[in-house]
């Protein structure tokens, strides 16, 4: 559904709201929204035609949305929309702002002026990018997202664990490696042309919005294009606003929306940090009967423990915790006793964790 701007209590969830970004978000309630993905105009001062080796013509972006008068004009303009972005975002919200060499310096710099907090720059490093046909210069193989929290200080969302699988179980990087928007991917126009020159790929918005949001979130792009973010937003259960003034690209992005399915609430489920996991008292092993009072436990040099009937554990003399009694035999400052400690069960020593484990799955 696509809706004119107007001003509001509410949000227009899940729909494209025709008009100018600036005008759009001063009509939305302020600090209504979780995250703002922003890809700009890049203003890429084209002069003449791009053309290829054979002559044939490159479809640049020549679009009159692209077009400023001056770097002047280029800045007035983003000081402007990135301050109505910033009035509508929630004291925990953040930005993502992707551009290229063409702009991003000057609008990273904007951000600073606003209040913003630079957390991150990401290279999104393109693994088949357009070559360059001049000759002249390096093939421009990247862009770069900037990653921003409302103002400093501020506390926002950062999936660590779930950037940290989707990586293969190591920590995500600020550099990645993604192919353009291109394949079935890549929109057409009735005509077979590219419905939009600066298409997204989906891969790019599924890492952002997995790592910086969580389901039922808001998620609002003020230059919504043909609507990769509201596809992504959709799929992975986040709500989404869009506001975009070209009307080719509403069409389309209106019936791509119209096919997408929002995946199961099982599926949506990502790696939540150790810390957000409930708290389990080792004395609730004992209690529940998974280790016996008098049972030993052992360390990794060979050192035993005996538990006790309150949840402490006694070796050498030393009683406490299992990790104060850990710490006093290693003579270190502190120990991670559910790692440090074993039990014997079938002759194999087993990490007490396991049990710890097996407690907060019953409680979820």
């Known amino acids: 559904m696509t809706t004119t701007a107007q001003r509001s209590t509410t949000l227009p969830l899940n729909q494209i709201v025709r008009g100018e970004c600036v005008e759009v978000m001063d009509s939305l309630p302020e600090a209504s929204v979780d995250l703002v993905f922003a890809d700009p105009p890049y203003n890429l001062q084209l002069r003449g035609d791009l053309r290829r080796p054979d002559n044939s013509r490159v479809d640049a972006v020549n679009d009159a949305w692209d077009s400023f008068a001056s770097f002047e004009a280029y800045d007035t303009f983003t000081r402007a929309w990135l301050a109505a972005a910033r009035r509508v975002l929630k004291p925990t919200g953040a930005i993502w702002v992707i551009g290229s060499y063409h702009n991003i310096f000057r609008v990273g710099a904007a951000l600073q002026d606003q209040g913003y907090w630079i957390l991150n720059d990401v290279v999104w490093r393109k693994t088949n990018p357009m070559p360059n046909f001049r000759g002249r210069r390096l093939t421009n193989a990247h862009e770069t997202m900037i990653w921003a929290s409302r103002e400093e200080g501020a506390r926002y969302t950062f999936n660590y664990d779930a950037l940290k699988q989707l990586n293969d179980g190591v920590q995500m990087r600020s550099d990645w490696v993604l192919p353009i928007c291109s394949g079935h991917e890549r929109l057409k126009t009735a005509e077979g042309e590219k419905a939009h020159p600066t298409q997204k790929p989906q891969s790019l918005l599924h890492r952002v919005l997995v790592g910086a949001t969580h389901p039922g979130d808001v998620v609002l792009d003020p230059f919504f294009g043909t609507g990769t973010t509201g596809a992504v937003a959709k799929m992975l259960g986040r709500d989404y606003v869009g ?47 998974l280790l016996r009072p008098g049972e030993m436990l052992t360390n990794p040099r060979g050192q035993q423990a005996k538990v006790r009937a309150d949840g402490t554990i006694v070796a050498d003399d030393m009683t406490g915790s299992i990790h104060q009694v850990g710490a006093a035999l290693d003579g270190a400052p502190s120990c991670n006793g559910w790692t440090y400690w074993s039990f014997v069960r079938d002759g194999q020593p087993v990490p007490i964790d396991i049990l710890r484990q097996q407690i907060r799955s019953e409680m979820t």
């Open 243 to 289: 506001i975009e003034r070209e009307e080719s690209y509403i069409e389309i992005a209106e019936r791509r929306l119209e096919r997408v399915r929002r995946y199961d609430r099982a599926a949506l489920e990502v790696t939540a940090p150790k810390r957000a996991q409930p708290r389990v008292p080792f004395g609730q092993l004992v209690e529940r009967g």
